[in-house]
Nanobody, 126 residues
Framework: VQLQASGGGVVCTGESLRLSCVFSGFTLDYYVIGWFRQAPGKGREWVGCFSNSDSSTKYADSVEGRFTISRDNAKKAVFLQMNNLEPEDTAVYYC????????????????????WGQGTQVTVSS
């Protein structure tokens, strides 16, 4: 199982970015994908997660309404569309995966995931 996040960059407040998480070694139908971020000097925090089995998603309150997770099965990729970005969104963003069939309270936890990709830096300037 491999995952690779990409698409980060430097944007201004209010702008948008779309992050990609390209994966291999598993079928999305049987896995839950999580997005996390780690700001400078802080711990890694959960941003949102997605289950292809039941098409369910859940987001952290801090990004609800601004961020959207989607997928492209043919491209074996999951995306994090980030709109109306704020300086507080500045962080390294990671995607993670684990075998699972639905979004649950456990899938909000960093420790639940056992496969991680390298992160991509997002910087939002004010």
């Amino acid at each position: 199982v491999q995952l690779q996040a990409s698409g980060g960059g430097v944007v201004c407040t209010g702008e948008s970015l779309r992050l990609s998480c390209v994966f291999s070694g598993f079928t999305l139908d049987y896995y839950v994908i999580g997005w996390f971020r780690q700001a400078p000097g802080k711990g890694r925090e959960w941003v949102g997660c997605f289950s292809n089995s039941d098409s369910s998603t859940k987001y952290a309150d801090s990004v609800e309404g601004r961020f959207t997770i989607s997928r492209d099965n043919a491209k074996k990729a999951v995306f994090l569309q980030m709109n109306n970005l704020e300086p507080e969104d500045t962080a390294v963003y990671y995607c993670a995966a684990r075998l699972g069939f639905m979004v649950t309270s456990a899938t909000l936890e960093l420790k639940w995931y056992n496969h991680w990709g390298q992160g991509t830096q997002v910087t939002v300037s004010s």
